[in-house]
């Protein structure tokens, strides 16, 4: 199984960008899908979006389509989110998340979660 670290999270104006990273442990991680939840304070959590193995399908919230970019690079066994245009909505603690499968993701019981990295956006 693997283990996930998230790092990037930090106070960014509205209207900014932040490149979210979750490096993960072990050599199996090309053999999941990986993805991202957020939770602000507050509220439950929110699925953000979510990339298959091979990297080649990707799937986004509602809310965040357009604005962020999900990636991966197998090599260097790291997950990526790339959040532009941010809002004060987005302020939350962000998860990377790990699952075998990538169909349903977002409804699944998902087997590997990081410890989160707060984003924080002023208005």
């Known amino acids: 199984q693997v283990q996930l670290v998230e790092s990037g999270g930090g106070l960014v104006q509205a209207g900014g960008s932040l490149r979210l990273s979750c490096t993960a442990s072990?050599?199996?991680?090309?053999?999941?899908?990986m993805g991202w939840f957020r939770q602000a304070p507050g509220k439950e959590r929110e699925f953000v979006a979510v990339i298959s193995r091979s990297g080649l399908m990707t799937y986004y919230a509602d809310s965040v389509k357009g604005r962020f970019t999900i990636s991966r690079d197998n090599v260097k066994n790291t997950l990526y989110l790339q959040m532009n245009s941010l809002k004060p909505e987005d302020t939350a603690v962000y998860y990377c998340n790990a699952d075998p499968y990538y169909t349903d993701y977002y409804k699944r019981d998902l087997e590997v979660w990081g410890q989160g990295t707060l984003v924080t956006v002023s208005s």
């Open positions: 072990g050599r199996t991680f090309s053999t999941y899908a």
